[in-house]
Antibody, heavy 116, light 110 residues
Framework: QVQLHESGPGLVKPSETLSLTCTVS?????????WGWIRQPPGKGLEWIGS???????FYNPSLKSRVTISIDTSKNQFSLKLSSVTAADTAVYYC?????????WGQGTLVTVSS | QSVLTQPPSVSAAPGQKVTISCSGS????????VSWYQQLPGTAPKLLLY???KRPSGIPDRFSGSKSGTSATLGITGLQTGDEADYYC???????????FGTGTKVTVL
């Protein structure tokens, strides 16, 4: 059973860059699938941020595209999210997940608060 | 704002049935498979149904899905207190080139 775990700072200052890493266990990410990031502001719904293939092809939510970078490190079995120029509106629980036209396996999520 | 519209809430007594609609467009539900996700309080979402009506291993057949035109529906029969959760539909938007989630529906067991 594949497992995903998000890690990174829980507090980011406005205008700075949010950085998170997702570590995948029990599955080699270089074997296939896409991998994605989803976020959920407190008390609100889900928003897809973007996804990356095992070979590094990316596609992003158009509403966030100018600020998002997703990368993959197959040697560490990890993929990462960078979101620049954050504001309070980026405060959310961030989830990583395995994607193949659907999000079949999810991490437990990590809360990132944007505040000075 | 989401391009997939769901009712904010539905409720029913234990043992009863509820249905949740997911209304989209020709570029979303009308063109692509729909998935459904269950989010129990304080937990990460979990895949409930995929390809409109298929259940992953371990999902009971009390959960069912259908799709017609630009709308999809999730049905839950034999409602249990453990079914109290938020439910989201999701699909690819071929116009936006983005994965989109529904607005979410809270299920309450009376």
């Amino acid at each position: 059973q594949v497992q995903l775990h998000e890690s990174g700072p829980g507090l980011v200052k406005p205008s700075e860059t949010l950085s998170l890493t997702c570590t995948v266990s029990n599955y080699s990410i270089s074997s296939g699938y896409y991998w994605g990031w989803i976020r959920q502001p407190p008390g609100k719904g889900l928003e897809w941020i973007g996804s990356i293939s095992y070979s590094g092809s990316t596609f992003y939510n158009p509403s966030l595209k100018s600020r998002v970078t997703i990368s993959i490190d197959t040697s560490k079995n990890q993929f990462s999210l960078k979101l620049s120029s954050v504001t309070a509106a980026d405060t959310a629980v961030y989830y990583c997940a395995r994607y193949l036209g659907l999000f079949g396996s999810w991490g437990q999520g990590t809360l990132v608060t944007v505040s000075s | 704002q989401s391009v997939l519209t769901q009712p904010p809430s539905v409720s029913a007594a234990p043992g009863q049935k509820v249905t949740i609609s997911c209304s989209g467009s020709s570029s979303t539900v009308g063109k692509n498979y729909v998935s459904w996700y269950q989010q129990l309080p304080g937990t990460a979402p979990k895949l409930l149904l995929y390809e409109n009506n298929k259940r992953p291993s371990g999902i009971p057949d009390r959960f069912s899905g259908s799709k017609s035109g630009t709308s999809a529906t999730l049905g839950i029969t034999g409602l249990q207190t453990g079914d109290e959760a938020d439910y989201y539909c999701g699909t690819w938007d071929s116009s936006l080139s983005a994965y989109v989630f529904g607005t979410g529906t809270k299920v309450t067991v009376l």
